[in-house]
């Protein structure tokens, strides 16, 4: 436990050494207490504009107790609503089994029960014998509104009438991932399952750089993976330590192999990403960096390495009609690899491709959560491939060998975060300061389990 005399630190303060109590992974009580203090006050990123895409198309959401349904109204607007009836509380679409949410194409929402119905404006449209009631239905003119908003392609919810707005919230992430025109990506796959671990235990297991040399050995074949983290607010993003002589796109996810000859290890660290992560790289740049070794000499250095390979593979894209955002070096650089959203959204970003997390509890037993990921890219016009959420166990064999790594620990973190010889997580300063910052601003929230400064 963290020490009853320390001083809860501050953003500036998260240079130095922390601890926190594990509290928030394993505590039922702790679990409970999210619903109010957190779920319910805080921007949740719920689902892509694409998926609905037309006036009646909807989508539900839920989370512990909470089920949301959003819809396209007749003016093509989209409006969010707690998904429960007035009259006696019965949903009104039920999510189907096995499924990760409800989704499709009404003119009105009924209520299966007594037959009521609502517009998608949420207004009450139909109440069988209405007279009854003699007048007197106060709070059931309608379904209880939910604020909604969109930005970067996604549509996102909060169920507190009196929050800040969309905007307001995800800055500065917002402004820093806006050049990279996410909202131009569609998904090329996306699969969810439910996880033995806590919601925080999973998104950890992406928000740093540090377990690369041990969690994926594969790739120190291909280079150094050191890494930076940056406090953002309430948010943070994370990034790789660049050479001073090359390109700051280096920083960022889209890198050269810098081991032996940076033509053959960028091309086999490609091969292998695509092959083993399925994640963070298209056909297009595995296609170019295979063809670094014939249009570029031996002994060419990484950072003209770099900066051929991305510029063949952008031309390659616009041949087939698929164009890059224009994204200065500099900024692609200090914007990372990845931008944690608080409380439970990461968006890993590049100029044509993204990975992008999320989890949630999927009850209030501490030790579950429900894990989702989706790989984005860019399309030519008129070829985006129609992708649905697939349920998948936690296994190698059903996300990938990557992926399968990462999980490998997250189960193994929730039992020793439960240890009596457990005195709190101590991340890194510098690699893992978006684990720290995360815990300070969910510290914020909930009233407990504030970061405080490890003693020298």
Not at 42 to 71: C, M
Not at 332 to 353: D, K, L, M, R, Y
Not at 409 to 432: D, I, L
Request: charged residues 25%; hydrophobic residues 30%.
């Amino acid at each position: 436990m963290t020490d009853k005399n320390s001083t809860p630190v501050s953003e500036a303060e998260l240079e130095s050494s922390i601890v926190y109590t594990p509290e928030a992974y394993i505590c039922e009580d702790y679990a409970r207490a999210e619903r109010d203090k957190l779920w319910r006050k805080v921007w949740l990123q719920v689902g892509r504009v694409e998926d609905v895409p037309e006036r009646g198309n909807f989508i539900t959401y839920e989370i512990l107790d909470d089920s949301l349904l959003i819809a396209r109204n007749a003016q093509g607007e989209l409006n969010a609503f707690h998904n429960v009836c007035p009259h006696r509380g019965r949903r009104l679409v039920d999510t189907p089994e096995g499924e990760r949410n409800a989704q499709g194409k009404r003119n009105k929402f009924f209520c299966g029960f007594h037959g009521w119905q609502f517009d998608l404006d949420g207004e009450n449209a139909h109440i069988p014998h209405k007279e009854d009631w003699q007048g007197s239905l106060q709070g059931c003119d309608g379904l209880t509104p939910v604020q909604c908003d969109t930005w970067g392609g996604w549509i996102w919810i909060n169920m507190d009438p009196e929050c800040e707005p969309l905007r307001e919230y995800l800055e500065p992430a917002a402004s820093m991932l806006d050049p990279f025109q996410l909202e131009n990506m569609r998904c090329r796959w996306r699969k969810w399952g439910e996880f033995d671990c806590n919601w925080k235990v999973a998104l950890e297991a992406f928000n740093e750089t540090y377990h690369v040399q041990t969690t994926h050995p594969e790739f120190n074949r291909y280079g150094q993976f050191h890494g930076w983290a940056k406090a953002q607010g309430k948010h943070s993003n994370i990034g790789y330590d660049s050479p001073k002589d090359m390109d700051e796109n280096q920083s960022a996810k889209l890198r050269v192999g810098t081991k032996d000859d940076p033509r053959i290890s960028t091309a086999e660290m490609m091969n292998y990403t695509w092959e083993k992560a399925n994640t963070n790289t298209t056909q297009t740049l595995v296609d170019a960096a295979n063809r670094l070794a014939d249009e570029l000499p031996e002994g060419t250095p990484p950072g003209e390495v770099l900066q051929h390979w991305l510029a063949t593979a952008r031309k390659d894209d616009e041949a087939r009609g698929v164009v890059w955002p224009d994204v200065d070096p500099k900024h692609v650089g200090e914007s990372g690899t990845a931008w944690q959203i608080f409380p439970n959204f990461q968006v890993g970003h590049a100029v044509n491709n993204m990975l992008c997390y999320s989890a949630r509890p999927s009850s209030y037993d501490p030790n579950k959560c429900i894990f989702e990921a989706a790989v984005y890219e860019l399309y030519p016009e008129g070829e985006e491939p129609v992708t649905k959420w697939e349920y998948c166990e936690p296994t190698s064999e059903a996300w990938c060998h990557v992926l399968g790594q990462d999980f490998s620990n997250m189960a193994a973190v929730q039992k020793g975060m439960r240890s009596f010889g457990f005195s709190g997580p101590k991340p890194n300063p510098y690699s893992e300061k978006a684990t720290a910052n995360f815990h300070r601003n969910l510290a914020r929230y909930m009233g407990v389990g504030a970061p405080v400064k490890l003693k020298p």
